[in-house]
């Protein structure tokens, strides 16, 4: 392995010791942190959503394997493969899996497509809850600087921030995303500067902007990469 890959594994799993801590504080204490999963060296895109929740059974104690994002979940993956990052064998095998039928092989594979794709997925919020509450600023806020430490160590080509709270705090201002579809705004860290593209939040309570969500980024991705 090389050792830019190596570094970059080591320094993600540091920046990971301190997710855990602050779950201690924000999350809920029965469960641990879901951190990041894919491609972790200059990745197509970064996709930055919310917070996790318990539906993600990787955040278990038990669970001694991965803990990135909507394992054990099945409508984000619809999103993945509609806008042409995630094959459709792997989709088709997520749908075809109850929660439980999630293993630490299929979830490594699912994720091995994810890097084989291009791109990394992330929370700006570690903190998993048991449901899907919605939290404040000041706790996702917390996280900021970890995220922007976890984005120069990856450094993406380009960053996709899901909803209006996620976009408004990574880019400290005000964010409507219904009024900055297929806009993007520029974000200096640590000398790089990116381009952030703030969308539709797809699941959830968004669930019924998935379709658009599913537009702009095909849009973001026949013009930006």
């Given at each position: 392995?090389?050792?830019?890959f190596?570094?970059?594994?080591?320094?993600?799993?540091?920046?990971n010791?301190?997710?855990?801590?602050?779950?201690?504080?924000?999350?809920?204490?029965?469960?641990?942190?879901?951190?990041?999963?894919?491609?972790?060296?200059?990745?197509d895109?970064?996709?930055?959503?919310?917070?996790?929740?318990?539906?993600?059974?990787?955040?278990?104690?038990?669970?001694?394997?991965?803990?990135s994002?909507?394992?054990?979940?099945?409508?984000?993956?619809?999103?993945?493969?509609?806008?042409?990052?995630?094959?459709?064998?792997?989709?088709?095998?997520?749908?075809?899996?109850?929660?439980?039928?999630?293993?630490?092989?299929?979830?490594?594979?699912?994720?091995?497509?994810?890097?084989?794709?291009?791109?990394?997925?992330?929370?700006?919020?570690?903190?998993?809850?048991v449901?899907?509450?919605?939290?404040?600023?000041?706790?996702?806020?917390?996280?900021?600087?970890?995220?922007?430490?976890?984005?120069?160590?990856i450094?993406?080509?380009?960053?996709?921030?899901?909803?209006?709270?996620?976009s408004?705090?990574?880019?400290?201002?005000?964010?409507?995303?219904?009024?900055?579809?297929?806009?993007?705004?520029?974000?200096?860290?640590?000398?790089?500067?990116?381009?952030i593209?703030?969308?539709?939040?797809?699941?959830?309570?968004?669930?019924?902007?998935?379709?658009?969500?599913?537009?702009?980024?095909?849009?973001?991705?026949?013009?930006?990469?």
């Amino acid at each position: 392995m090389p050792d830019v890959f190596l570094n970059k594994k080591e320094e993600l799993e540091k920046l990971n010791k301190s997710y855990v801590r602050m779950q201690k504080k924000y999350g809920a204490k029965e469960l641990d942190p879901i951190c990041n999963g894919g491609k972790i060296d200059n990745p197509d895109i970064c996709f930055v959503f919310m917070n996790p929740t318990g539906r993600n059974l990787s955040s278990e104690k038990s669970w001694t394997g991965r803990k990135s994002p909507w394992l054990c979940t099945k409508n984000i993956w619809k999103l993945f493969n509609k806008v042409g990052l995630m094959d459709d064998d792997i989709y088709n095998e997520i749908l075809s899996r109850k929660p439980k039928e999630w293993d630490y092989e299929f979830s490594d594979k699912v994720y091995k497509n994810v890097e084989d794709n291009n791109y990394f997925i992330t929370n700006l919020g570690k903190c998993t809850q048991v449901d899907a509450r919605a939290l404040p600023d000041e706790v996702l806020g917390s996280y900021l600087k970890l995220l922007l430490k976890e984005i120069d160590i990856i450094k993406p080509k380009i960053i996709i921030t899901f909803g209006n709270q996620v976009s408004s705090i990574i880019l400290n201002k005000k964010i409507s995303v219904s009024e900055n579809r297929k806009t993007y705004y520029e974000k200096k860290i640590k000398g790089n500067t990116y381009k952030i593209f703030p969308v539709y939040y797809p699941v959830g309570n968004g669930i019924f902007n998935i379709d658009k969500s599913i537009e702009d980024i095909k849009w973001i991705i026949d013009n930006y990469l």
